[in-house]
């Protein structure tokens, strides 16, 4: 077969070798092949380099399976659910504070305003406190640190609403 | 007046607060994409030849990427599509570095021969060898621009309309680099003397 028609054929070869030529096209290839030797090396040189590539694709696509889901999103979903925490249980001390104190007027036996202030802090910090520890909750490692976390908002915050809810949780644990 | 000023001032907030569901509301979305097209996405880093470590910071920076643009996408095609472009870009970069296909022949075969329950005599080994670093120093060697369509049209079954968007290319030159692409990987297979 003479090098004209091979050169004429080559371009043809790649959709011959994937079945995506006419019948009209893929009848002169198969033609050509059969007279050329040079040609049909070419073909199974297309099919086996393909079979290979895909043996390495598959081979890293194994090791890449069990890649953890980057981070980006779920830890900042857990930011700003904790964020929200925080400020979802100041919100709601302050504005019952606010409102029992303008209610009661501050000489009624209700909590001075001084109180009310340390309080604000204390729902604060305990939400906060919260907040973290459930960032870790669920990691095996940090069992011991999150139980202590809660120990210590119950212990030194008891009043707040982190500690209430801590309650349930460990009751709930049990 | 003092109606019209309250009722400005709402329209403001009112307004304000729309801008932000809105742009939680594309964030999450786009999130929400990465997510659900992360095993398309790691499929991508796999075929451009990315280790694991280099697989898992590429799609960490993709992610981060993702979280700053959020707000700029509105359909999931569109999210699709830019994510995909990214982690594709993302992983010439690697390719360019020559930090890809680093893994040789011989522990793939390797890996492969340990889960067959009927291993390869030595001699039938030894060519698979020789023909699998062929065609894996071939694809290291590949210009990326050759690369990225081969890995997306045989690997990721995405057809030359989808590689053409993504890698922002009209289809026909897409279809052009896959024959060139596939042309020297067969050629450098022939051409070493290797039984086809």
């Avoid at chain 1, 073909?43 to 981070?71: F, R």
């Avoid at chain 2, 968007?165 to 680099?177: A, K, P």
């Amino acid at each position: 077969m003479s090098d004209r028609s091979c050169e004429e054929i080559a371009g043809l070869l790649v959709d011959y070798a994937d079945g995506q030529l006419s019948p009209e096209d893929s009848g002169k290839v198969a033609e050509h092949l059969a007279g050329c030797a040079a040609c049909r090396a070419i073909v199974k040189g297309l099919h086996k380099s393909l079979e290979l590539s895909n043996i390495i694709w598959q081979d890293n696509l194994e090791q890449a399976q069990n890649l953890p889901i980057p981070i980006a999103q779920t830890a900042a979903k857990r930011h700003w659910a904790g964020y929200a925490a925080v400020a979802a249980a100041i919100l709601v001390f302050v504005t019952a504070s606010v409102v029992r104190y303008l209610v009661r007027g501050p000489g009624e036996h209700g909590p001075s305003l001084a109180e009310i202030e340390r309080r604000v802090i204390d729902e604060g910090t305990a939400a906060k406190l919260l907040a973290a520890a459930e960032l870790l909750a669920g990691k095996s490692y940090a069992n011991g640190l999150v139980k202590s976390q809660y120990r210590y908002i119950v212990d030194n915050y008891p009043h707040t609403q982190a500690a209430a809810k801590v309650k349930t949780l460990i009751q709930g644990d049990t | 007046m003092g109606a019209v000023c309250v009722d400005e001032v709402s329209k403001d907030c009112a307004a304000r607060a729309e801008q932000r569901t809105g742009h939680r509301a594309s964030q999450s979305n786009l999130l929400g994409v990465f997510s659900a097209e992360l095993g398309r996405l790691k499929r991508i880093a796999a075929g451009m030849g990315l280790s694991s470590a280099d697989c898992e910071d590429v799609l960490q920076d993709v992610s981060v990427q993702a979280l700053k643009r959020a707000a700029e996408f509105q359909s999931r095609a569109d999210c699709l599509r830019w994510l995909t472009t990214v982690t594709v870009n993302r992983c010439l970069m690697e390719h360019r570095r020559q930090r890809t296909f680093r893994r040789r022949a011989p522990e793939i075969l390797r890996r492969r021969s340990a889960a067959e329950t009927h291993p390869k005599p030595i001699e039938e080994w030894a060519i698979a060898a020789e023909e699998l670093e062929i065609v894996r120093e071939t694809l290291r060697q590949l210009d990326g621009h050759l690369l990225a369509p081969m890995v997306l049209s045989y690997f990721c079954e995405l057809d030359s309309r989808g590689i053409a968007e993504i890698l922002n290319l009209n289809q026909s030159t897409v279809r052009g680099r896959l024959r060139e692409a596939r042309m020297i990987l067969a050629r450098r297979l022939t051409q070493r003397g290797v039984e086809p």
